[in-house]
């Protein structure tokens, strides 16, 4: 079945540095792929989505590329703050073959920590 | 607009109990699911719905029951709690599915003792 794989923090970084989240995936058909966010106390909000090959997703600094020779999906952004600390998950989406999909399926999410 | 609202946002059942978890979108969304979430576990989806009168099983369906009789409503029914429904449920909705955002709920945190 279909799967995603991603770091599991948590990951502690100081403000300014450079981000990386690993994502990777394996998928039946073509999926389109996804970063939620989860702050605490509240539910996902959608960070980025790609729904082809080589598509790059970004919103808030943060950026994504469908990498369909490697099943990849990384999270990135050059320069952390405080407020990025949270929750992150990957998630995918295929379409089957009538037309339909049974939803997303996710990674099991990195919490990540920003110090001061 | 509202977007996706839940309630109750806590509870806590005894087993055996029955409850039922509402959700309600005002979105005119198609495609409703339901999920939850458990500590090292991501989310797993239980539910779901491409329309009114359309509901399918998604991983873990064991234990729930849904109806989706109009396109604004999905609720998740729990027929005989166990400790193993301890859980976070959210609720997401979607204009359709593939490729579009999901809109989540802010959760129910349910407590089965």
């Known amino acids: 079945g279909d799967s995603v794989t991603q770091m599991e923090g948590p990951v502690t970084l100081s403000e300014e540095a450079f981000l990386t989240i690993n994502c990777t995936y394996t998928?039946?058909?073509?999926?389109?792929l996804f970063w939620y966010v989860q702050y605490p106390g509240e539910g996902l909000q959608l960070l980025l989505k790609?729904?082809?090959?080589?598509d790059k997703g970004s919103n808030k600094g943060f950026e994504a590329t469908y990498r369909k020779e490697t099943t990849s999906f990384h999270l990135e952004k050059g320069s952390v703050q405080v407020s990025d600390s949270a929750v992150y998950f990957c998630?995918?989406?295929?379409?089957?073959?009538?037309?339909?999909?049974?939803?997303?399926?996710f990674g099991k999410g990195t919490h990540l920590i920003i110090q001061p | 607009n509202a977007g996706v609202t839940q309630t109750p946002k806590f509870q806590v059942l005894k087993t055996g109990q029955s409850m039922t978890l509402q959700c309600a979108q005002d979105?005119?969304?198609?495609?409703m699911s339901w999920y939850r979430q458990d500590p090292g576990m991501g989310l797993r989806l239980i539910h779901y719905?491409?329309?009114?009168?359309?509901?399918d099983q998604g991983e873990v369906p064991n234990g729930y029951n849904v109806s989706r009789s109009t396109t604004e409503d999905f609720p998740l029914r729990l027929l005989s709690a166990a400790p193993s429904q301890t859980s976070v449920y959210f609720c997401?909705?979607?204009?359709?599915?593939?490729?579009?955002?999901?809109?989540f709920g802010p959760g129910t945190r349910l407590t089965v003792t």
């Open positions: 997401a909705s979607s204009q359709t599915y593939q490729g579009y955002e999901q809109y």
């Open positions: 998928a039946t058909g073509y999926p389109s």
């Open positions: 790609a729904t082809k090959a080589d």
């Open positions: 998630a995918l989406s295929v379409q089957m073959s009538g037309g339909g999909a049974d939803g997303l399926t």
């Open positions: 979105m005119n969304h198609e495609y």
């Open positions: 719905s491409v329309g009114a009168g359309i509901t």
